[in-house]
């Protein structure tokens, strides 16, 4: 199947059809939509790479130099050469730099499908040049108005011939000739420059204001003299009453050759601001990512009894984010951010009740019970393939509706890929080095200037996202003191020491690899495949393991004591043990957090592990364990005096009552005027019965300073235990990717091999059986010729092109290499569906051997 | 402690003794060994909240980074104290916030321009900007010099240090200071001498000028208040709490320096003395009459050249108004914690200055030179009935109801029996509670209407041992020398005041001549608002590293 190594191609489709399997690859890999479905052919290939929808989205991913270079392709001649392409970019004066960096463009445009046609000959796909090309309604990024011939073309003949004269050029016999020695004039730039000589002042005045555009400006009916000059010589052509433009040719020769103003050939370089030592940074990102798995777990556990309710909208309320915030201490973005955190990783979830609230998952019961580097991994992983964005809770969507966390309307496709590729920036430096924010949003702004639809201010989407992944790295200790860290590195899959610039350095190394025929210019794989897009899942996954492994000895190890101290204080001096942390946290108060938890017992906080079924015996041993330091007297005895008195008063459910062998503690209550609301009634000397509810009682009680217990039916002490509230099974929310994923190396294989075969049949040159046939026609041939080449081609083993009608009637053309024939049935390898099929020979119009090649 | 208890490879990474918390506290572990270097490094910039035996904890404010700033420490220094010493990685976050709040002090400064006067100028233009746009800054400046200098009224400077710390943007104060009228002054240092931390402290505060100088009770502030006056030698304005404290001040005055009686006035209710050094109180100076302060003349009426604030968190709120319009004048201010139950260190820290010198308690204690004390609290019951009329009483009587059971006068006998023949003080708030056990206890009662005459007596008998308990009201909170009471026991209390405690137990902190032991009994009633009252009066000592026992009546009355 090599092509025709003599023609040059005459349509994008037969410029596909020249390239290799490699080179094709990386098309598909690029623009992915075109695959999807898998096109049957090249020819509808080519077309699909011709949609408006399709060559914008590859426009928009093109970085800024590609997009100058299609830009400038846009305003040259149809077909142009290399040189003048180069002339465009680089001036007249020439350009090293835009030299260098030009083949790789036109290699990027050539790989994209949006450049074919050998050096001589460059053609930009016609959509993409009617996208960029300049036109009243969509001025061209270049500045740059239509060509002399675009301007002229609704003119009358007897005024164009008094511009030509008047610009000095013999007449002639039509518009067309006369447009085209204008033309000719106004590109020579020693002729055009002893034509502009003689312009007055004030006229080359104008055309200064007119040459970087907008190339339109307005003339009253009776122009002064130096406007006359020029639009009598053609300098300036009319386009509508009162309106006239500057053409096209004209402004290149005024701007020497450049259809920019500035070009940018280089990336910007990602500067750091500062430099720390890398142990600093990791450190500081362990110390980090140890606090986001205690923030997640205090929120969890803030929520586990059932978290705040679920908005009508979805998400959260306004009140029930600051609510988090303050009992987080962070601050609202903050405390969105965590939000969002857990709920991409599925911790968290609506449990899907009549009033519905938020809740831990079974999954946040599996992930509490990882080791703490395990656990982080999980949340990296979940944040940097998360395509909702915390950043916009609080603003407000399209509607005017403001955007709540865990709400609707948070999505943002692109956000995965910012965040890959800010980190993969970060890793481009070398270790410990913090970047200079503004220089990663300048890098991003080049790399898809499209997207930024602000290009020199920070608020478009992009910029917003590359800081907030900046910070949320940060915040979850993907960075240290604004640099990656080691595991951070791991994270995504980066090489541990990666040089900088690996985008400008692989133009070289990749001259190896496989070019395609009839390009002059290799098209080769000049973007790592990481560069962009997110890793696979399988990938993913072992390198989130990785970082879990590198991020491991760094976290603290949790210890299993705490100090005690007479102030009633019990200081953790590092993360604790989880069950003597839960077993603290229900017997003391914390009062600080961090590094170190401080906790303070109370009278309250110690009631309420009694209440929680502890013995007062279980609590002094306990502390006694776990306090590497005597237990402090004042902590003893307040344990020991609250005990005393817990449970000496007794409520029943059994319309609720009050016991107690203490009459006169009774007599009390009965006597306390705060009673009245309980509506207390002595019923032994002991015992009081209540109308109100028991908990209401409990409360009263115990608002009166009492600790009274709560009894059962059969005069135990209910014991009252936290109970989790989780959701049903729940899975975390599924990333919403921008179009289709990146196909990997199967399906790539495949859908080529299918788009190949499909292409084979439509143009296979074929010799036939029986009568010739004409080119494209479906063969047609006997049933008995039919079972007969069938029979010969399953001993031979070759392929043959087939017409068939399908149970609905359609006829099709589909080359098969036939396995078996029988019982009225040809079972065979299907080329165009890449598949083995059973076809019924009675509905095989005609076979055809397919032509030697 | 912790890291040498389980040797491993891990044990490099987690060695400091510091540990950062997230709410800006640290906490410092005492018993490490690097914990004294850690102490000193910090200590500029980090006020001591706790200190209770394991772990001490301090508090890193905006305020206390002022204070570093003020005296010569720059963010380079705190953040480098941090991260040496800390156990674990500092959060990146905090270390910035740091910097740029010290950045804070000193963009802006008063000095003495030449020509112009008082002028507020800056280093960074911006700044001064933000401040003048400010509504509350406008009435206090006056013409702008140039772009970085402006106008100051003078009699503004108190009131524009106060809005600008309010603003976020302390001004560093180098107008300096009005000489005022010399005298001489000197420190007669007879069989004794300052201790080196009261030198300090003198040499801290003369140096920065103005400020705050922190010492336990019974440390010896009245002494820095000598030593910084014969530093001075010029006339000097004293602001005592009251009239008693105010004759010990003369009283110490007269022995421990070169003044005499005659150069000495007492500025209070019953006299209105004005001589070269003047011991005024605070409530004089607070009277009103018909909406104006008639003894305000007293600030003018002579060029002082130092006022001292004693017991500087009691300052009333009118006073900090005056202190406004003395800002040329140099100010010393004591006290035993910068803590303020209404919240206004901030006017402390603008008005009358920066700390200057700061030494926690169990520290002076471990140099001998406060006592050492063991501090109990005595649980007792209520009985039966005393329990049904506490229940019924009503919210506002029910802390003089369990304040003044029955069981609480049987405890206190009984402890006076235990320490029968030391110098015992039986302190409270109700009068009748107090008469009640001054004639169980066969003492005298020393409460608001003992004249003054009799109460120098009473104390003079109780100094020179011939009485041995004495039942003292609040009146015997402040600033009363009482030399040789070795126990003190506790009856009732001004509710919960955490001051009042700490005042009370410096009554047996002072040095005993045989070294003995100091005994606080705090008695209290058991499940009581009582109770609740006293843990918080407690927590201030309990931070300090007085650890209370607990001990339950039955015990103390058993032996008795």
């Given at each position: 199947?090599?092509?025709?190594?003599?023609?040059?191609?005459?349509?994008?489709?037969?410029?596909?059809?020249?390239?290799?399997d490699?080179?094709?690859?990386?098309?598909?890999?690029?623009?992915?939509?075109?695959?999807?479905?898998?096109?049957?052919?090249?020819?509808?290939?080519?077309?699909?790479?011709?949609?408006?929808?399709?060559?914008?989205?590859?426009?928009?991913?093109?970085?800024?130099?590609?997009?100058?270079?299609?830009?400038?392709?846009a305003?040259?001649?149809?077909?142009?050469?290399?040189?003048?392409l180069?002339?465009?970019?680089?001036g007249?004066?020439?350009?090293?730099?835009?030299?260098?960096?030009?083949?790789?463009?036109?290699?990027?445009?050539?790989?994209?499908?949006?450049?074919?046609g050998?050096?001589?000959?460059?053609?930009?796909?016609?959509?993409?040049?009617?996208?960029?090309?300049?036109?009243?309604?969509?001025?061209?990024?270049?500045?740059?108005?239509?060509?002399?011939?675009?301007?002229?073309?609704?003119?009358?003949?007897?005024?164009?011939?008094?511009?030509?004269?008047?610009?000095?050029?013999?007449?002639?016999?039509?518009s067309?000739?006369?447009?085209?020695?204008?033309?000719a004039?106004?590109?020579?730039?020693?002729?055009?420059?002893?034509?502009?000589?003689?312009?007055?002042?004030?006229?080359?005045?104008?055309?200064?204001?007119l040459?970087?555009?907008?190339?339109?400006?307005?003339v009253?009916?009776?122009?002064?003299?130096?406007?006359?000059?020029?639009?009598?010589?053609?300098?300036?052509?009319?386009?509508?009453?009162?309106?006239?433009?500057l053409?096209?040719?004209?402004?290149?020769?005024?701007?020497?050759?450049?259809?920019?103003?500035?070009?940018?050939?280089?990336?910007p370089?990602?500067?750091?601001?500062?430099?720390?030592?890398?142990?600093?940074?990791d450190?500081?990102?362990?110390?980090?990512?140890?606090?986001?798995?205690?923030?997640?777990?205090?929120?969890?556990?803030?929520?586990?009894?059932?978290?705040?309710?679920?908005?009508?909208?979805?998400?959260?309320s306004?009140?029930?984010?600051?609510?988090?915030?303050?009992?987080?201490?962070?601050?609202?973005?903050?405390?969105?951010?965590?939000?969002?955190?857990?709920?991409?990783?599925?911790?968290?979830?609506?449990?899907?009740?009549?009033?519905?609230?938020?809740?831990?998952?079974?999954?946040?019961?599996?992930?509490?019970?990882?080791?703490?580097?395990?656990?982080?991994?999980?949340?990296?992983?979940?944040?940097?393939?998360?395509?909702?964005?915390?950043?916009?809770?609080g603003?407000?969507?399209?509607?005017?509706?403001?955007?709540?966390?865990?709400?609707?309307?948070?999505?943002?496709?692109?956000?995965?890929?910012?965040?890959?590729r800010?980190?993969?920036?970060?890793?481009?430096?070398?270790?410990?080095?913090?970047?200079?924010?503004?220089?990663?949003?300048?890098?991003?702004r080049?790399?898809?200037?499209?997207?930024?639809?602000?290009?020199?201010?920070?608020?478009?989407?992009?910029?917003?996202?590359?800081?907030?992944?900046?910070?949320?790295?940060?915040?979850?200790?993907?960075?240290?003191?604004?640099?990656?860290?080691?595991?951070?590195?791991?994270?995504?899959?980066?090489?541990?020491?990666?040089?900088?610039?690996?985008?400008?350095?692989?133009?070289?190394?990749?001259?190896?690899?496989?070019?395609?025929?009839?390009?002059?210019?290799?098209?080769?794989?000049?973007?790592?495949?990481?560069?962009?897009?997110?890793?696979?899942?399988?990938?993913?996954?072992?390198?989130?393991?990785?970082?879990?492994?590198?991020?491991?000895?760094?976290?603290?190890?949790?210890?299993?004591?705490?100090?005690?101290?007479?102030?009633?204080?019990?200081?953790?001096?590092?993360?604790?043990?989880?069950?003597?942390?839960?077993?603290?946290?229900?017997?003391?108060?914390?009062?600080?957090k961090?590094?170190?938890?401080?906790?303070?017992?109370?009278?309250?906080?110690?009631?309420?592990?009694?209440?929680?079924?502890?013995?007062?015996?279980?609590?002094?041993?306990f502390?006694?364990?776990?306090?590497?330091?005597?237990?402090?007297?004042?902590?003893?005895?307040?344990?020991?005096d609250?005990?005393?008195?817990?449970?000496?008063?007794?409520?029943?459910?059994?319309?609720?009552?009050?016991?107690?062998?203490?009459?006169?503690?009774?007599?009390?209550?009965?006597?306390?005027?705060?009673?009245?609301?309980?509506?207390?009634?002595?019923?032994?000397?002991?015992?009081?019965?209540?109308?109100?509810?028991?908990?209401?009682?409990?409360?009263?009680?115990?608002?009166?300073?009492?600790?009274?217990?709560?009894?059962?039916a059969?005069?135990?002490?209910?014991?009252?235990?936290?109970?989790?509230?989780?959701?049903?099974?729940?899975?975390?929310?599924?990333?919403?990717?921008?179009?289709?994923?990146?196909?990997?190396?199967?399906?790539?294989?495949?859908?080529?091999?299918?788009?190949?075969a499909?292409?084979?049949?439509?143009?296979?040159?074929?010799?036939?059986?029986?009568?010739?046939?004409?080119?494209?026609?479906?063969?047609?041939?006997?049933?008995?010729?039919?079972?007969?080449t069938?029979q010969?081609?399953?001993?031979?083993?070759?392929?043959?092109?087939?017409?068939?009608?399908?149970?609905?009637?359609?006829?099709?053309?589909?080359?098969?290499?036939?396995?078996?024939?029988?019982?009225?049935?040809?079972?065979?390898?299907?080329?165009?569906?890449?598949?083995?099929?059973?076809?019924?020979?009675?509905?095989?119009?005609?076979?055809?051997?397919?032509?030697?090649? | 402690?912790?890291?040498?208890?389980?040797?491993?490879?891990?044990?490099?990474?987690?060695?400091?003794?510091?540990?950062?918390?997230?709410?800006?506290?640290?906490l410092?572990?005492?018993?490490?060994?690097?914990?004294?270097?850690?102490r000193?490094?910090?200590?500029?910039?980090?006020?001591?909240?706790?200190?209770?035996?394991?772990?001490?904890?301090?508090?890193?404010?905006?305020?206390?980074?002022?204070?570093?700033?003020?005296?010569?420490?720059?963010?380079?220094?705190?953040?480098?104290?941090?991260?040496?010493?800390?156990?674990?990685?500092?959060p990146?976050?905090?270390?910035?916030?740091?910097?740029?709040?010290?950045?804070?002090?000193?963009?802006?400064?008063?000095?003495?321009?030449?020509?112009?006067?008082?002028?507020?100028?800056?280093?960074?233009?911006?700044?001064?900007?933000?401040?003048?746009?400010?509504?509350?800054?406008?009435?206090?400046?006056?013409?702008?010099?140039?772009?970085?200098?402006?106008?100051?009224?003078?009699?503004?400077?108190?009131?524009?240090?106060?809005?600008?710390?309010?603003?976020?943007?302390?001004?560093?104060?180098l107008?300096?200071?009005?000489?005022?009228?010399?005298?001489?002054?000197?420190?007669l240092?007879?069989?004794?001498?300052?201790?080196?931390?009261?030198k300090?402290?003198?040499?801290?505060?003369?140096?920065?000028?103005?400020?705050?100088?922190?010492?336990?009770?019974?440390?010896?502030?009245?002494?820095?208040?000598?030593?910084?006056?014969?530093?001075?030698?010029?006339?000097?304005?004293?602001?005592?709490?009251?009239?008693v404290?105010?004759r010990?001040?003369?009283?110490?005055?007269?022995?421990?320096?070169?003044?005499?009686?005659?150069?000495?006035?007492?500025?209070?209710?019953?006299?209105?003395?004005?001589?070269?050094?003047?011991?005024?109180?605070?409530?004089?100076l607070t009277?009103?009459?018909?909406?104006?302060?008639?003894?305000?003349?007293?600030?003018?009426?002579?060029?002082?050249?130092?006022?001292?604030?004693?017991?500087?968190?009691?300052?009333?709120?009118?006073?900090?108004?005056?202190?406004?319009?003395?800002?040329?004048?140099?100010?010393?201010?004591?006290?035993?914690?910068?803590?303020?139950?209404?919240?206004?260190?901030?006017?402390?820290?603008?008005?009358?200055g920066?700390?200057?010198?700061?030494?926690?308690?169990?520290?002076?204690?471990?140099?001998?030179?406060?006592?050492?004390?063991?501090?109990?609290?005595?649980?007792?019951?209520?009985?039966?009935?005393?329990?049904?009329?506490?229940?019924?009483?009503?919210?506002?009587?029910?802390?003089?109801?369990?304040?003044?059971?029955?069981?609480?006068?049987?405890?206190?006998?009984?402890?006076?029996?235990?320490?029968?023949?030391?110098?015992?003080?039986?302190?409270?708030?109700?009068?009748?509670q107090?008469?009640?056990?001054?004639?169980?206890?066969?003492?005298?009662?020393?409460?608001?209407e003992?004249?003054?005459?009799?109460?120098?007596?009473?104390?003079?008998?109780?100094?020179?041992?011939?009485?041995?308990?004495?039942?003292?009201?609040?009146?015997?909170?402040?600033?009363?020398?009482?030399?040789?009471?070795?126990?003190?026991?506790?009856?009732?209390?001004?509710?919960?005041?955490?001051?009042?405690?700490?005042?009370?137990?410096?009554?047996?902190?002072?040095?005993?001549?045989?070294?003995?032991?100091?005994?606080?009994?705090?008695?209290?009633?058991?499940?009581?608002?009582?109770q609740?009252?006293?843990?918080?009066?407690?927590?201030?000592?309990?931070?300090?590293?007085?650890?209370?026992?607990?001990?339950?009546?039955?015990e103390?009355?058993?032996?008795?």
């Amino acid at each position: 199947m090599s092509p025709e190594a003599h023609s040059a191609p005459r349509s994008l489709a037969e410029a596909l059809r020249a390239r290799d399997d490699a080179s094709l690859a990386a098309l598909l890999r690029s623009r992915p939509d075109l695959i999807t479905p898998v096109p049957t052919d090249l020819t509808q290939l080519a077309t699909r790479a011709g949609t408006r929808a399709s060559v914008l989205r590859a426009l928009e991913r093109l970085d800024r130099f590609a997009l100058q270079t299609a830009e400038a392709l846009a305003v040259a001649p149809d077909p142009a050469s290399y040189d003048t392409l180069l002339g465009l970019m680089a001036g007249d004066a020439g350009d090293e730099t835009v030299a260098g960096a030009l083949p790789h463009a036109v290699a990027t445009l050539r790989e994209q499908a949006l450049l074919w046609g050998a050096d001589d000959r460059l053609r930009l796909v016609r959509t993409a040049r009617e996208l960029l090309a300049p036109s009243a309604q969509h001025p061209s990024p270049t500045g740059l108005g239509p060509s002399v011939q675009e301007a002229t073309s609704g003119m009358s003949p007897g005024r164009i011939q008094e511009i030509v004269a008047a610009a000095g050029l013999p007449s002639t016999h039509d518009s067309v000739s006369a447009a085209a020695a204008l033309t000719a004039l106004f590109t020579h730039r020693r002729k055009m420059a002893k034509l502009l000589a003689g312009a007055p002042d004030a006229a080359r005045e104008v055309l200064s204001r007119l040459v970087w555009g907008p190339p339109y400006g307005q003339v009253t009916p009776d122009p002064a003299a130096h406007l006359r000059w020029l639009l009598d010589r053609g300098l300036l052509l009319p386009t509508a009453p009162g309106t006239v433009v500057l053409p096209r040719e004209v402004a290149l020769h005024l701007r020497a050759g450049r259809a920019h103003r500035g070009v940018e050939p280089l990336p910007p370089a990602v500067a750091p601001a500062a430099v720390h030592g890398a142990q600093v940074v990791d450190a500081t990102a362990a110390g980090q990512a140890y606090t986001a798995l205690a923030t997640l777990e205090e929120l969890l556990k803030d929520w586990d009894e059932g978290g705040p309710a679920v908005l009508r909208a979805g998400g959260l309320s306004v009140r029930d984010l600051k609510r988090t915030a303050v009992a987080l201490d962070v601050s609202e973005p903050v405390a969105a951010f965590w939000c969002e955190l857990a709920y991409a990783a599925g911790l968290i979830a609506s449990d899907g009740e009549a009033d519905e609230r938020y809740a831990a998952t079974p999954a946040y019961d599996e992930w509490r019970d990882l080791p703490p580097a395990e656990r982080w991994a999980w949340l990296a992983q979940a944040w940097l393939a998360a395509t909702r964005t915390p950043g916009l809770v609080g603003g407000r969507d399209a509607k005017d509706r403001t955007l709540s966390t865990l709400g609707p309307g948070l999505d943002r496709s692109a956000a995965p890929e910012v965040r890959h590729r800010v980190l993969s920036l970060l890793a481009g430096l070398p270790r410990g080095a913090a970047p200079d924010a503004e220089s990663v949003l300048a890098r991003l702004r080049w790399e898809r200037p499209l997207r930024g639809a602000n290009p020199d201010g920070g608020d478009d989407l992009r910029s917003r996202l590359a800081r907030w992944t900046l910070s949320e790295a940060e915040l979850l200790g993907v960075t240290g003191r604004g640099a990656l860290s080691a595991h951070g590195r791991a994270l995504f899959g980066a090489p541990a020491a990666e040089s900088a610039g690996s985008g400008a350095s692989a133009a070289a190394s990749g001259a190896a690899e496989p070019v395609g025929p009839g390009d002059k210019l290799p098209v080769h794989h000049h973007r790592p495949a990481d560069r962009l897009a997110p890793l696979p899942p399988a990938e993913q996954a072992v390198a989130t393991a990785a970082a879990a492994r590198l991020l491991a000895p760094l976290l603290p190890e949790p210890l299993d004591h705490v100090l005690l101290q007479a102030d009633l204080t019990a200081v953790a001096p590092g993360p604790l043990q989880r069950p003597l942390a839960d077993m603290l946290g229900v017997l003391a108060d914390v009062e600080s957090k961090g590094g170190a938890t401080v906790y303070r017992f109370t009278p309250a906080s110690v009631r309420r592990a009694l209440d929680a079924g502890r013995a007062a015996s279980d609590l002094h041993a306990f502390l006694t364990e776990h306090s590497r330091t005597p237990v402090p007297q004042p902590l003893a005895y307040l344990i020991d005096d609250v005990a005393r008195r817990h449970g000496h008063l007794r409520v029943g459910a059994a319309s609720a009552y009050v016991r107690c062998d203490d009459d006169a503690l009774l007599n009390e209550i009965l006597a306390d005027k705060r009673a009245a609301g309980l509506r207390l009634r002595r019923l032994a000397p002991t015992v009081l019965a209540a109308q109100t509810d028991p908990a209401t009682l409990l409360e009263g009680l115990r608002g009166m300073g009492f600790a009274p217990a709560a009894e059962s039916a059969e005069g135990d002490v209910l014991i009252t235990r936290a109970h989790a509230h989780r959701t049903p099974p729940r899975t975390a929310p599924e990333p919403v990717p921008d179009g289709p994923p990146p196909p990997d190396a199967t399906l790539l294989a495949a859908a080529i091999r299918a788009i190949r075969a499909g292409d084979l049949a439509a143009t296979a040159p074929r010799k036939t059986v029986g009568e010739p046939l004409a080119g494209g026609e479906l063969p047609r041939t006997s049933s008995a010729e039919t079972l007969a080449t069938m029979q010969a081609a399953v001993l031979t083993g070759e392929a043959v092109w087939i017409g068939y009608v399908n149970a609905d009637g359609a006829a099709s053309q589909r080359v098969i290499a036939p396995i078996r024939v029988e019982g009225g049935f040809v079972t065979a390898y299907d080329h165009t569906a890449d598949e083995v099929r059973t076809f019924p020979l009675h509905r095989i119009t005609g076979v055809a051997e397919l032509a030697e090649e | 402690m912790f890291g040498q208890a389980q040797p491993s490879e891990r044990q490099p990474r987690v060695n400091g003794p510091l540990i950062v918390q997230s709410d800006k506290t640290l906490l410092l572990e005492v018993d490490h060994e690097r914990a004294d270097d850690c102490r000193r490094a910090i200590a500029p910039f980090a006020e001591l909240e706790r200190a209770p035996e394991h772990i001490h904890t301090y508090r890193v404010t905006p305020l206390g980074l002022w204070n570093a700033r003020a005296a010569g420490h720059d963010a380079e220094q705190v953040v480098d104290a941090l991260v040496q010493y800390s156990r674990y990685p500092v959060p990146h976050a905090l270390l910035v916030d740091i910097a740029e709040t010290m950045d804070r002090y000193g963009r802006l400064t008063l000095t003495k321009h030449p020509a112009h006067g008082l002028v507020l100028s800056t280093t960074d233009r911006p700044v001064l900007e933000e401040v003048l746009k400010s509504r509350r800054i406008a009435p206090l400046v006056g013409a702008r010099i140039d772009a970085d200098t402006v106008v100051v009224h003078p009699s503004e400077r108190g009131q524009i240090k106060q809005t600008l710390l309010k603003l976020g943007w302390p001004a560093e104060d180098l107008a300096g200071y009005v000489d005022g009228e010399a005298h001489p002054i000197e420190l007669l240092e007879e069989g004794w001498a300052l201790r080196p931390y009261q030198k300090q402290a003198v040499e801290n505060f003369w140096h920065g000028g103005s400020g705050v100088v922190v010492l336990p009770c019974g440390a010896g502030k009245t002494l820095v208040g000598a030593g910084s006056m014969a530093q001075a030698k010029s006339t000097t304005l004293i602001l005592v709490t009251n009239t008693v404290s105010a004759r010990q001040w003369k009283h110490e005055l007269v022995k421990r320096t070169s003044l005499t009686e005659d150069e000495i006035g007492e500025y209070s209710g019953t006299r209105k003395e004005i001589r070269p050094v003047t011991i005024a109180t605070y409530q004089v100076l607070t009277t009103r009459r018909k909406g104006v302060y008639p003894h305000l003349e007293l600030f003018d009426s002579r060029d002082w050249g130092l006022i001292v604030y004693d017991e500087v968190h009691l300052l009333p709120a009118p006073v900090f108004k005056f202190t406004a319009d003395l800002q040329a004048r140099r100010r010393l201010g004591l006290t035993a914690t910068l803590v303020r139950e209404d919240g206004r260190e901030s006017d402390v820290f603008s008005l009358i200055g920066p700390k200057r010198f700061d030494a926690p308690w169990k520290e002076i204690e471990a140099q001998g030179y406060i006592a050492p004390a063991d501090c109990v609290e005595v649980r007792v019951n209520l009985t039966d009935s005393e329990r049904l009329a506490y229940a019924t009483a009503e919210t506002e009587e029910k802390y003089r109801f369990c304040a003044t059971t029955d069981t609480k006068r049987k405890v206190t006998q009984a402890l006076v029996r235990r320490f029968a023949g030391q110098q015992i003080l039986v302190i409270g708030q109700y009068i009748d509670q107090l008469d009640e056990l001054g004639e169980h206890l066969n003492a005298p009662v020393i409460k608001g209407e003992t004249s003054n005459a009799q109460r120098e007596k009473l104390f003079d008998a109780f100094r020179e041992g011939e009485i041995s308990v004495l039942v003292v009201s609040k009146v015997a909170n402040f600033s009363i020398d009482l030399p040789e009471a070795t126990v003190a026991i506790q009856v009732s209390g001004t509710f919960g005041s955490r001051q009042e405690e700490a005042q009370r137990l410096g009554r047996v902190l002072r040095p005993k001549a045989d070294g003995h032991q100091a005994h606080f009994y705090s008695v209290v009633a058991r499940d009581t608002i009582d109770q609740d009252f006293a843990a918080h009066r407690q927590r201030f000592l309990a931070e300090q590293g007085y650890a209370y026992r607990i001990v339950d009546a039955d015990e103390i009355l058993a032996e008795g």
